[in-house]
């Protein structure tokens, strides 16, 4: 496990914590179509941090040609229809780029700001001129508003259990997902952002904001703010 990240539950649990077998499960959402809105048509798509592909079947069913890039080989084994990356994402370079580029799962609330970097620096450096980068960031209330749950019509019920200071600036989150049939919880450590923040973190990377996409804020469309020298992947040590 990676440092402050934990995972129980049945079947295989990723080094971040996520359970594979939940994921399998775990309904499709919004975020498809929140994407489709927000992008060209047939466009192609760098899906950073894929999973198990959740949102990557639906995008391709809408006509997108996804690259669908994870870390997680056990994750990766259950894409269907994508062309499929294992690898880091903060190591990424396909030398190639993309007309929209994903970075989902709160992962721009990593609780290393180099980390941060990097992250957004691959999404930089694979976008195409004209393109876009979109982001999924917590909400106002996420690490405040706690204990939540919420329960959708599939019987899945996802709980915010615990939000717990964890260092300057980080807290460590405790999530519990919930079936009839079995549950799985995830523990991990995450950043809040305020605005000013999270656009000072693009802004490093050449990035700005273009639209915020829903009413919450949680999903950004980022452009490339000022046209500059290549951004180098960094190096392996």
Not at 115 to 134: E, K, M, Q, Y
Not at 171 to 177: C, D, G, K, L, T
Not at 209 to 221: C, F, H, I, K, S
Request: charged residues 25%; aromatic residues 6%; contains cysteine.
């Amino acid at each position: 496990m990676r440092p402050g990240h934990h995972g129980t539950g049945p079947g295989e649990i990723t080094p971040d914590g996520c359970a594979v077998e939940f994921y399998t499960r775990l309904p499709v959402g919004e975020e498809p179509d929140i994407i489709a809105a927000a992008v060209p048509a047939r466009a192609s798509i760098l899906e950073l941090g894929c999973g198990v592909g959740r949102v990557t079947r639906p995008l391709l069913e809408r006509g997108f040609a996804v690259t669908a890039v994870d870390e997680s080989p056990q994750m990766l084994d259950h894409v269907r229809g994508a062309r499929t990356v294992c690898s880091p994402i903060e190591n990424l370079d396909l030398d190639e780029t993309f007309d929209v580029v994903m970075l989902a799962s709160f992962l721009v609330h990593t609780r290393d700001a180099e980390l941060r970097r990097a992250l957004l620096r691959t999404c930089a450096r694979h976008l195409a001129p004209g393109g876009c980068v979109l982001i999924q960031r917590e909400g106002a209330d996420y690490h405040t508003n706690v204990p939540r749950e919420r329960t959708d019509p599939s019987g899945l019920t996802v709980r915010i259990a615990s939000v717990e200071p964890a260092g300057e600036g980080v807290n460590s989150v405790r999530v519990e997902y919930g079936f009839p049939d079995a549950t799985w919880t995830q523990t991990f450590p995450a950043r809040p952002l305020t605005p000013e923040q999270f656009e000072a973190a693009l802004a490093e990377a050449g990035l700005k904001v273009d639209a915020y996409l829903t009413e919450d804020r949680t999903w950004v469309r980022a452009v490339i703010a000022v046209q500059g020298p290549s951004i180098a992947p960094p190096q392996s040590t």
